[in-house]
């Protein structure tokens, strides 16, 4: 017959770490900024657009424990020589101990592991027992995670695609729950609402008329134009520390993957708070459905301003965002439409346009009267209807969402983004059939049909694709849990390997994949590498918790291990081990691919 | 029949910061108490297991991993 039963002690509360915050100047490079412990605010840098949250207190700390021992027959029991109640069991402040007895204690989230091991005595009538319950605070990741358990790898590999790479604490936290569940709580958890900082100045920036603007001096025009692209740049700083500091990188991976197909430039608009309302409509309907999306792209300003469709009137169509709705967002060039297509649907948007504020506008005045043949399809709505501006123009939408390539034609880019390598038709036509299916274009289903499928979770499809610039950067410090000093300097920084951030080259997006090691980018990289490096060289060298001095083990946790040409400590013969260490991890293929 | 350990179990018992509004261990919600405490019950296995106590805020969440294992040695007659 087992004894068992617990009772506790009141418990004081564990200390609390306090925020550090370290900077490193540095030769050429950004400052970086240590933000211990939290997740969350307390951490310096930031552009000023963003503002950080006031710092927050340790989420998590361990107060205490109880342990309980079960024997298989009346005994009296001992933990550490404490004298269990009389159901076997004992608690323990978690606070170091004090005299004689040392306990465990809780060290603080991401310090030194702690670790302590209770000895067990047992002593009854039919002999005595002993044994022994460790218990381990902070257990490093090497160690628990190790790289020949298979879910590791696998959600490694899952954070690596859907995400900007992985941390300890994200991997740590989905380790002992099912892959399948796992990908549907991330999918659905999502939410863009949740972010990180607020918004950035451009999205109450005051837009002037062309009347308001011609009015203004010489100097106060140019003042007006530097502000502008001071708001701009907020919001490329705002982006890359959403991407890096978000608790939910899904959303952000999927709004730069709409970017990328629904293409506006912010050099090319230059008008902020245009720039920031198309990536607040990104980052709103990244995961929800994508008719949606289409329908509210084709009425977001910024795209109105990089298509010109303010001049796409009655008797002078514009042909730009009507061919680009068919060749770049829906079916593909060659597939379903012809060039007539293209001209009557730019018929059914004419008169979609934007006012002087920038604020979208339906002209009924400015509408092709008449029915429109798209697709084989007639759209006709009354003449005399003043909605006719309004309806066709969401009819089209409608009418092009019917035809079933479109949901192939998404899937396609989906499967080129996530899994990557020659395409599976019949895998892709699954998918398409729950993309369309949904009777939404739900792309939060789709994307959990993509994330089980054995296409990407294959053994051999992991870190066989290479990280954009951004990606790049990002799993660095995700995976790392530091923070750049400014935010805008690895935006430059990525554009100088070819990916600005918001500023695609042309309406076809980034290409991607060896693109991104190109003979200029590769070159470009390489001295980015290094300059990082150099970076977190001295952070090392500073006073940071002690865990977090092991950043080269964080990085190295954090690679792909099937493709690591890392060098071993061994052969490494310098008289500047740890840094060589830390160049030849940013330069290794693997933490480069994902 | 000679005594024998026959199982032990560990109650960790933390408490999350004023911002948390959900707490999981190993992916399963946990109560949160009035006073922002919580607790939770571990079986001991006879090697290890690795327990993952994440806490969710709207502005950031964070884990925290505890190791926890036992062994127990013969037992000697009385």
Not at chain 1, 81 to 88: H, K, S
Not at chain 1, 269 to 283: H, K, S
Not at chain 1, 514 to 526: D, F, G, M, N, Y
Not at chain 2, 50 to 63: D, K, L, N, W, Y
Request: some cysteine.
């Amino acid at each position: 017959m087992d004894h068992t039963q617990s009772a506790t002690e009141p418990q004081q509360a564990g200390s609390s770490t306090a925020d550090t915050v370290l900077a490193c100047a540095t030769l050429a490079a950004v400052p970086l900024v240590l933000s211990a412990c939290g997740g969350g605010g307390g951490g310096g840098g930031g552009d000023g657009d963003g503002d950080e949250p006031a710092p927050l207190g340790p989420a998590i700390t361990f107060t205490g424990l109880t342990i309980a021992v079960t024997t298989s027959t009346a005994a009296a029991v001992h933990i550490d020589a404490v004298a269990a109640d009389a159901e076997g069991a004992a608690a323990f402040r978690l606070d170091g101990g004090s005299g004689t007895v040392s306990r465990p204690r809780d060290p603080g989230h991401r310090q030194a592991e702690s670790l302590y091991e209770f000895a067990i005595s047992a002593e009854g009538g039919m002999g005595s027992a002993t044994g022994t319950c460790v218990v381990r605070i902070n257990p490093a990741p090497e160690d628990i995670l190790s790289e020949s358990d298979a879910r590791v790898l696998s959600l490694r590999h899952l954070f690596n695609r859907m995400s900007f790479g992985v941390g300890e604490e994200e991997l740590g936290r989905w380790l002992n729950v099912p892959y399948a569940e796992a990908v549907q709580r991330i999918v659905d958890a999502a939410d863009p609402s949740q972010t990180t900082q607020r918004p950035p100045s451009a999205a109450t920036f005051h837009v002037l008329t062309w009347t308001e603007y011609d009015r203004l001096s010489p100097a106060e025009q140019q003042a007006y134009g530097d502000s502008k692209g001071d708001a701009i740049s907020g919001i490329y700083a705002w982006w890359w520390r959403e991407i890096i500091r978000t608790r939910q990188p899904l959303l952000e991976k999927m709004a730069l993957f709409w970017h990328n197909l629904l293409v506006v430039a912010a050099s090319d608009v230059f008008e902020p708070r245009a720039m920031w309302g198309y990536l607040d409509l990104l980052r709103s309907n990244a995961l929800g459905s994508y008719r949606d999306l289409i329908l509210a792209i084709a009425r977001d300003p910024a795209m109105v301003m990089f298509l010109d469709s303010n001049s796409n009137v009655k008797g002078r169509p514009n042909e730009n965002f009507a061919r680009e709705l068919l060749e770049l967002f829906t079916l593909g060039e060659g597939h379903v439409y012809g060039e007539a297509d293209v001209v009557e649907v730019a018929k059914c948007f004419t008169g979609w346009g934007i006012t002087d504020r920038q604020v979208f506008v339906l002209r009924q005045d400015r509408h092709e009267p008449g029915a429109k043949t798209v697709l084989g399809s007639t759209i006709s709505f009354a003449d005399d209807d003043p909605e006719q501006v309004r309806k066709d123009g969401e009819a089209v939408i409608e009418r092009v969402l019917q035809e079933s390539r479109v949901a192939v034609f998404i899937c396609e880019k989906l499967w080129d983004e996530f899994v990557g390598g020659a395409r599976d038709d019949g895998m892709i036509a699954g998918w398409a059939d729950t993309f369309r299916g949904s009777g939404d274009y739900d792309i939060r289903r789709v994307l959990k049909d993509i994330f089980t499928s054995s296409a990407f979770t294959a053994a051999g499809n992991r870190g066989n694709m290479i990280r954009s610039p951004v990606e790049y950067a990002a799993a660095i410090f995700r995976a790392t849990g530091l923070q750049p000093g400014r935010y805008i300097d690895y935006y430059w920084r990525a554009s100088q390997e070819d990916q600005a951030l918001l500023n695609p080259p042309n309406v076809r997006g980034w290409v991607g994949g060896l693109q991104w090691i190109s003979a200029k980018t590769l070159l470009e990289r390489r001295t980015h590498m290094a300059w990082t490096g150099w970076e977190f060289y001295n952070h090392g060298s500073q006073k940071v918790p002690e865990r977090l001095d092991g950043v080269l083990e964080l990085l190295w946790f954090a690679t792909p291990v099937a493709q690591r040409a890392y060098v071993d400590d061994a052969v490494l013969i310098t008289w500047d081990p740890r840094g060589e260490r830390i160049r030849r991890l940013l330069t290794d293929p693997a933490l480069n691919c994902k | 029949m000679p005594l024998t350990i026959t199982s032990i179990a560990v109650e960790l018992r933390g408490a999350v910061a004023q911002d948390i509004t959900a707490l999981e261990i190993d992916g399963d919600p946990v109560a949160i108490a009035a006073d922002r405490s919580w607790r939770h019950v571990v079986t001991v296995p006879p090697t290890t297991t690795v327990v993952a106590v994440t806490a969710i805020a709207p502005s950031r969440s964070q884990t925290r991993m505890v190791e926890i294992g036992s062994a127990a040695a013969p037992a000697a007659p009385g």
